[in-house]
Antibody, heavy 116, light 107 residues
Framework: EAQLVQSGGGVVHPGGSLKLSCVAS????????LHWVRQASGKGLEWVGR??????????AYAASVEGRFTLSRDDSEDTVYLQMNSLKTEDTALYYC???????WGQGTMVTVSS | EIVLTQSPGTLSLSPGERATLSCRAS???????LAWYQQKPGQAPRLLIH???SRATGIPDRFSGSGSGTDFTLIINRLEPEDFAVYYC?????????FGGGTKVEI
């Protein structure tokens, strides 16, 4: 069974940084693209970004709202994808999910709160 | 980016009834890369439909998707109590990927 386990998150001041991790198991991680989706409290889903697998040169893409501030990376030896979030804004406050499309695996979600 | 507009915002129905949800795109969605997700409170979304009309693994056949170009529909026949949730469409053919604002199906 495909599983994603997230860690990281927490409370940070505006302008600060956080790094989220997502560890995969139960599917072929190396060939998979991983996405991040966030959801502010009581709001809808917002796609954040994705990183492709080795065969597609680990290509990344981001939502305009996070472009230049967030960076996706991965460590295939650890079956882990990372979301580095810099220059955080209050509007980045949300529950962040990692997800893999082919298996429809979702992490448990990790809360990021940006507040002064 | 492709903007997805879902309607109605809320659908009030009873168990056994049929739900018809709409998703309209601001430009054509390439190669039918349109998905539908269901989300219940406190849970991660669950994929229902991909490729506009293909049910995901384990999804009952009362869920059906259709459409092409800019207009897509999710139909839920004979609503079961567990179907009352929020439904999102997503296009995944063009970056940035985008979600619609959601339709809440309530009793």
């Amino acid at each position: 069974e495909a599983q994603l386990v997230q860690s990281g998150g927490g409370v940070v001041h505006p302008g600060g940084s956080l790094k989220l991790s997502c560890v995969a198991s139960g599917f072929s991680f190396t060939g998979s693209g991983l996405h991040w989706v966030r959801q502010a409290s009581g709001k809808g889903l917002e796609w954040v970004g994705r990183i492709r697998g080795k065969a597609k040169n680990y290509a990344t893409a981001y939502a305009a709202s996070v472009e230049g501030r967030f960076t996706l990376s991965r460590d295939d030896s650890e079956d882990t994808v990372y979301l580095q979030m810099n220059s955080l804004k209050t509007e980045d406050t949300a529950l962040y999910y990692c997800t893999e499309r082919a298996t429809d695996a979702w992490g448990q979600g990790t809360m990021v709160t940006v507040s002064s | 980016e492709i903007v997805l507009t879902q309607s109605p915002g809320t659908l009030s129905l009873s168990p056994g009834e049929r739900a018809t949800l709409s998703c309209r795109a601001s430009q054509s969605v390439s190669a039918l890369y349109l998905a539908w997700y269901q989300q219940k409170p406190g849970q991660a979304p669950r994929l229902l439909i991909h490729g506009a009309s293909s049910r995901a693994t384990g999804i009952p056949d009362r869920f059906s998707g259709s459409g092409s170009g800019t207009d897509f529909t999710l139909i839920i026949n004979r609503l079961e109590p567990e179907d009352f949730a929020v439904y999102y469409c997503q296009q995944y053919g063009t970056t940035p990927l985008t979600f619609g604002g959601g339709t809440k199906v309530e009793i």
